[in-house]
């Protein structure tokens, strides 16, 4: 065999390993990707992607499938991989309810990302607030698909406590309130 032939062979060889562990370790080359397979993984979806959102190292994925609203997470892995994190089976929409939403949390590093999202199911709701204990109030007025996502980040070695959900109209009236213990 030639030197040219070895070459090939053995980039093919390469190629073929690569490949058998980025499967075998849930390494994907998009965040897409890698949020389909946890899908599958599951047999939940394909869910519509309706909003796509970065979080420090990874990124948030609002979809919606059937009755149901997920907010999956992926994680950036060796500079350009991604790994499915956590959460691709969200909750089924209460129409009954003004607001039907749910939390989360994803563990970094030093971080914890606190994650609202959940959908919208009076058209008259104009502004989704947060209130924390320590004061802080997010906001949010621009909606995906009649969904939202509300994102936060605290030390690691905190405690958290909750938090209240206030929905208001476009005359600023409280609509909907809530409050949520983690």
């Known amino acids: 065999m030639n030197r040219q032939k070895k070459i090939l062979k053995n980039i093919g060889i390469l190629l073929v390993l690569c490949f058998l562990l980025s499967r075998m370790y849930g390494f994907y080359l998009t965040p897409l990707a890698a949020h389909e397979s946890s899908e599958r993984s599951i047999h939940y979806g394909p869910s519509e992607v309706v909003h796509i959102e970065d979080f420090d ?108 959900l206030r929905a208001y109209d476009s005359e600023s009236n409280l609509v909907f309130v809530e409050d949520e213990q983690i």
Do not use: M
């Open 57 to 164: 190292g990874g990124k948030y994925i609002l979809g919606k499938y059937d009755k149901w609203v997920s907010c999956n997470t992926v994680h950036r892995l060796l500079l350009f991989f991604w790994r499915f994190g956590s959460q691709p089976i969200g909750f089924e929409n209460d129409t009954t309810k003004v607001v039907t939403f749910t939390w989360g949390i994803t563990y970094l590093d030093t971080f914890r990302n606190h994650y609202v999202y959940g959908i919208i199911n009076d058209s008259s709701i104009q502004k989704i607030e947060i209130i924390l204990p320590d004061g802080r109030i997010l906001t949010q007025t621009e909606f995906y698909d009649d969904l939202f996502l509300l994102t936060w980040q605290e030390l690691r070695n905190g405690y958290y406590q909750g938090f209240s």
